[in-house]
Each structure stands twice: as structure tokens, then as C-alpha cells.
């Protein structure tokens, strides 16, 4: 068995059999031994000194496609130069090993390095953070076998990164528990200070960060620019709280006696994390683990290591001391030996888990033979209910931003649209009518473009699998229904009217941009038909009655509510879910808790 679902993109199949989209099964090629040096940045050469008369050079000397062309040019004219360097970001970055450098300070490229091919992806990727090596203990290392990245929309590869396998993974978690002994000694006010650097370092990125998370996972531009703030504000939100990690002192029923409550790291954690939000996912766990004093060791979605990666290369211009932070990608092939490693290693203190509620289970039964602590965000099937008595343009806009952001491809996006007799058929209309309007398919580099790819054919399968299932059923597709004419892992936005609750999309997370819609008659029948599913991350309803918004927020047996709001994530809230859906909370004053041990002083004598 493997490690992962479609929704994960974080450990290969886990379950041994599943049904389309369910699994996700990648590929990966094979090289030469001269292509398996590892991924790494193209620091580009200073410009050339002008010679008092600058010599022109033969427009074939210095062709900037000639494969056999290396970095420095032998020429020194401007306009080669350029077009060498422009070349290069698309087609090369450096594959030595640099040694262990102090930290806060960039690792420069040594002279003479192999590069190697980086294909397909945009020309503007900023090179210095297009990173394909694992970081460990502070360096940039090789492993024997590489994998390919694909950009969604293209079907193009992007590059290949390093693949870990066990050995990769022990060595990691060793050097995460050995930097523990001293990161976890440094003052709350140095641990806040480096996150501050950190996330400074990632404002000034934020474009070229974006850029990353587009080419590796689909999603528009903009909304890859919003989830690098979202990031970045994590790693602000928890050197804050970095200094607010306040013990208690307790006065007993005996006199000479005091209770003293001191909270302490608890140690290495292993951070796993999805595709779907390639950065957030981490900072928000690893902001709060580094703010505890513990240290990380990640594992990224084979899908999209490369934003992990570039998190590496900041964190290490920051002077996040060597060990702190690690990442190790893996294809989907070592994936199940990698988490199990991650899960099972005695240096490890902590899981923190991101993904399918079916992986989630499996990591906890490897977490319970050794008692680790452990934090999970799983799956969900978000209702949103829209009563009679709401506000029907402000329940649509609520309901496009809800469901088709990331083409739904998000934990908390609504899954089951629930909407009153009363307003049905409006709302029906007018959400028609928006997506229609709103909604433009494409690249997720090109102007105006709200929704790009699914991550995979599986993906695409899985949406394709639960329109088909409800339009057999009785279902009436509303607009949409279909692949996008634009092919691969696109699909139309589509509605769907008259579901029941028999149908596949209401009982299975579709994660993707299909809004299939119930009509009900009374609160009690809606909040039931909520509540039936055995997860529970986030729930939305719209209503105007005060006295419903009290009753249903109360009965939603879910982590979060949205009332009359279709966005509901922040970074100073707590974000998690109830029954299947996950254990833990992360964002927040909570969530820094999740990395931290209580422990109890009785001093007597007094």
C-alpha cells in the first residue's frame, strides 16, 4: 500500500485499491548519471567589465540555444550576455553541492557546476529561488534519483527534484533533533527576530514566490499572490506570539507549597503537507513549530515541491540556523517509505498532517505505536445553506467565492449547496448567471484568468465521475457539465440543480468547480442533512433572523462557521475541523499549543 489520495498530493496511495480519482498514480523518469546532480539555484555572473573598445563576437559563438553554450560567456558583449542569461532561466539551473555556509548567507555556486535542464516552465521564474535539491542541516544535497514536475496546464515538465528515499528521510530527522538541543535554547525574542527576517524576506519575493506556485499547481496568478501574503503573514503572526508563550503559577491547598505550569517545545516534527496550498500549508505549521522552539523536518506534495523548496532558500538567507528547517521531496513511488519514516522515527516528537481523512488514519495508527503527538487537517464536505430569509445576491457572491476558488480544489470550499423552497429558484438563477459572468478558464499566467487547472487527469476523472453519477440520477446540469474545450486538466465550472442526496456529489468531497444544489423546506431538514456526513471541517449559511443565525451556528457540527461569509480563513483565527475532519487547530493563539508540552512544577519547602 501507498501513501496518498488525489486530494493529498502529500504520500503516495495509501489505501490498496480506489475508485477513479480516488488515486493518483505519477511517473517518473529516469536520467543519466550526468542529470543527477541535484536542482539548484543559477546565480548569474557579475556583468562583465567593459573593455575600452568591447569586441563583437560572431552571432554563433555565443547562440544562447546552443546546448554546448555554458555560463560565463567568453564574450563580453552586453547583448549576448542577456540573451545567455534569459536562456538559462528557462532552460538551466546549477547542480553542485555548495558546503556548509554560516547562516543568513546565501550559497554561492561554485565554479565549474553542472546544470541542469529546467523545461517548459516560465521564462521569468526567478532563478535563485528555483531550487530541485533537498535541504538538510543547513545544505543543499544530491540524492541518487531525481523526479519530474509537470506544470497542470501545459503537461509540460518543469523541472526534476531530488527524490528521497530513507536514508534521505533519517538523515533529515537527525538533523532536525541534533539542531533542537540549540534552537529550542535561543530566546524567544532571537526565535521571533528570525521569523520576522523570514517573512520580510518573503514580502520582498512575494511576485517571484507567486510565479512558483503558479507554474507548479495551476492556480491564477492572483490567487497565488494572495496565498504567498497569507504565508507570509504566518510567519508574522507567530513571532508575535513567539514571546507570548506564558507559563502559570498555581497556589495549592498546602501552604509551603506551589504549582508551577512551565510549557516547553516537544520536540522534532514531521510537517506533510498537500498541493493545493503549497506554501500556506507550510508556514502555518512550521511558523508555529519554530516559534514553540522546535524543529522541522517537510515533506512537500510531489506535485509541488518547489515552493517548499524556495521557503528553504529564504528561510536560509534569514539565518534560520542550519538543521531548524528541512525539506526532503520524494516521487510517489518512496513516498510510503518516507512518511512511514516521518511517522515511525523515535527522534520524532510530533506529526502535523494536512490532507485525505483516509491517510490521516493511517498516520495515526503509525503515530500510536510510539504515542506521538499529532495534528491533522482532513477531509471535508462543507454544507452552505442559504434560507429564505437571506440576502440572495449576497448568499451568490458569497457562493463564488466559497466554491470556485483554487477551481475548488480547497479543503473548505462548499461541497453541498442547500437552499430554501422559498429562494430557490432565484438563487439558482443568479449563481448561473455570476459563474457565466464571472468565471474565465485558462493558463493561470494569462490576464483574467479566475480558474485554472485541476492538478491532475484524476482530478479531472473524479469531477467528470460525480457529474455523470448525478446527471443518471435525475440531476439537471445548469451550465457547464463538462471538460473545458481547452483539454487536459481543465474542466467547465458547472452547476447542478434537482441533486438528492443519493447522488456522489453530495456524500464524496468532489475538489473541484462543480456546485451541485439541494432544495429543502425547513431549518431542521437543512441542518440534518449537514450533520450527516462523518466530517466536519467548515460550514456557511446566509440568513437575515438573528435568532437562526444563533440556533443553526450552535447545531453545524463543524470546526468553522461562516454566517452571511463565503471567506473565512485568517491567520489570528483558529482553523480545523470536528468528527473525521481532523484533530488540533493551527493559525491563531492555538495554534502554537499544538507544538508545545505542559509541564508541571511542585516546589515546596516554602
Request: overall charge positive.
Amino acid at each position: 500500500m501507498n501513501f496518498s489520495d488525489y486530494r493529498d498530493g502529500c504520500l503516495g496511495e495509501l489505501l490498496p485499491s480506489t475508485s477513479p480519482g480516488e488515486g493518483l498514480t505519477g511517473s517518473t523518469d529516469h536520467f543519466t548519471s550526468s542529470e543527477r546532480g541535484r536542482s539548484q539555484c543559477l546565480r548569474l555572473p557579475a556583468r562583465p567589465r567593459r573593455p575600452a573598445r568591447p569586441r563583437r563576437c560572431a552571432p554563433a559563438s555565443c547562440d544562447p540555444c546552443d546546448p554546448a553554450a555554458r555560463l560565463p560567456v567568453p564574450c563580453q558583449c552586453r547583448r549576448c550576455c542577456r540573451a545567455m542569461a534569459t536562456c538559462f532561466l528557462l532552460r538551466n539551473f546549477c547542480a553542485a553541492r555548495p558546503a556548509l555556509r554560516p547562516p543568513g548567507r546565501l550559497l554561492r555556486e561554485p565554479a565549474g557546476a553542472q546544470r541542469r535542464s529546467y523545461v517548459g516552465g516560465p521564462a521569468d521564474l526567478h532563478a535563485d529561488l528555483l531550487r530541485g535539491d533537498s535541504f538538510v542541516g543547513g545544505r543543499w544535497l544530491p540524492t541518487p534519483a531525481t523526479f519530474p514536475v509537470y506544470d497542470p496546464a501545459s503537461g509540460a515538465k518543469l523541472g526534476t527534484v531530488a527524490d528521497c528515499g530513507v536514508p534521505e528521510a533519517r538523515a533529515a530527522v537527525r538533523a532536525a533533533y541534533d539542531a533542537f538541543s540549540s534552537w529550542k535554547e535561543i530566546s524567544v525574542k532571537e526565535r521571533s527576530s528570525l521569523l520576522r527576517k523570514w517573512y520580510d524576506l518573503m514580502i520582498q519575493n512575494k511576485d517571484e514566490l507567486a510565479k512558483i506556485i503558479t507554474a507548479e499547481s495551476g492556480k491564477p496568478l492572483k490567487e497565488a499572490q494572495g496565498e504567498i501574503l497569507y504565508s507570509a503573514f504566518f510567519l508574522e503572526w507567530f513571532s508575535e506570539e513567539a514571546r507570548r508563550v506564558y507559563g502559570d503559577i498555581i497556589y495549592t491547598s498546602a501552604k509551603d507549597k506551589r504549582g508551577l505550569v512551565l510549557k516547553q517545545p516537544v520536540g522534532v516534527a514531521s510537517i506533510i503537507t498537500p498541493w493545493n496550498f503549497p506554501s500556506a500549508m507550510i508556514t502555518r505549521k512550521v511558523g508555529a513549530a519554530l516559534a514553540a522552539g522546535c524543529t522541522v523536518v517537510v515533506k512537500p506534495a510531489e506535485d509541488t515541491p518547489y515552493s517548499a523548496l524556495a521557503l528553504a532558500q529564504l528561510a536560509n538567507q534569514a539565518g534560520i540556523p542550519p538543521g531548524v528547517y528541512n525539506v526532503i521531496p520524494c516521487s510517489r513511488t518512496k513516498a510510503k517509505e518516507v512518511g512511514e519514516v516521518l511517522c515511525t522515527d523515535p527522534l520524532v516528537s510530533k506529526i502535523s498532517f494536512t490532507g485525505s481523512t483516509a491517510t490521516g488514519k493511517i498516520l495515526l495508527h503509525h503515530a500510536a505505536n510510539s504515542v506521538k503527538r499529532v495534528s491533522m487537517e482532513l477531509g471535508g464536505l462543507a454544507p452552505f445553506i442559504v434560507f429564505d430569509s437571506a440576502n440572495v445576491d449576497q448568499a451568490v457572491a458569497g457562493a463564488m467565492a466559497s466554491k470556485f476558488r483554487n477551481a475548488g480544489q480547497t479543503c473548505v470550499c462548499s461541497n453541498r449547496f442547500l437552499v430554501q423552497r422559498g429562494i430557490h429558484d432565484s438563487f439558482v438563477t443568479k449563481f448561473a448567471e455570476a459563474m457565466k459572468k464571472s468565471l474565465r478558464v485558462g493558463n493561470g499566467f494569462e490576464e483574467g484568468t479566475t480558474q485554472g487547472p485541476l492538478i491532475n487527469e484524476k482530478a479531472v476523472e473524479k469531477v467528470e465521475k460525480h457529474v455523470n453519477d448525478a446527471v443518471a440520477k435525475g440531476a439537471t446540469v445548469v451550465t457547464g457539465g463538462k471538460r473545458h474545450q481547452s483539454g487536459g486538466n481543465f474542466f467547465e465550472p458547472t452547476l447542478l440543480s434537482n441533486v438528492t442526496r443519493d447522488m456522489l456529489c453530495i456524500t464524496e468531497e468532489t475538489f473541484g468547480p462543480l456546485a451541485p444544489v439541494i432544495k429543502f423546506d425547513k431549518e431542521e431538514e437543512a441542518v440534518a442533512i449537514a450533520n450527516a456526513a462523518d466530517v466536519g471541517l467548515a460550514g456557511y449559511f446566509y440568513s437575515q433572523d438573528p435568532a437562526q443565525i444563533w440556533r443553526v451556528a450552535e447545531q453545524l457540527e463543524v470546526g468553522m462557521v461562516g454566517v452571511n461569509e463565503g471567506l473565512i480563513s485568517s491567520v489570528e483565527c483558529p482553523f480545523g475541523g470536528v468528527k473525521q475532519s481532523g484533530l488540533g487547530r493551527e493559525g491563531s493563539k492555538y495554534g502554537i499549543d499544538e507544538y508545545l508540552e505542559v509541564k508541571y512544577v511542585c516546589y515546596g519547602g516554602l
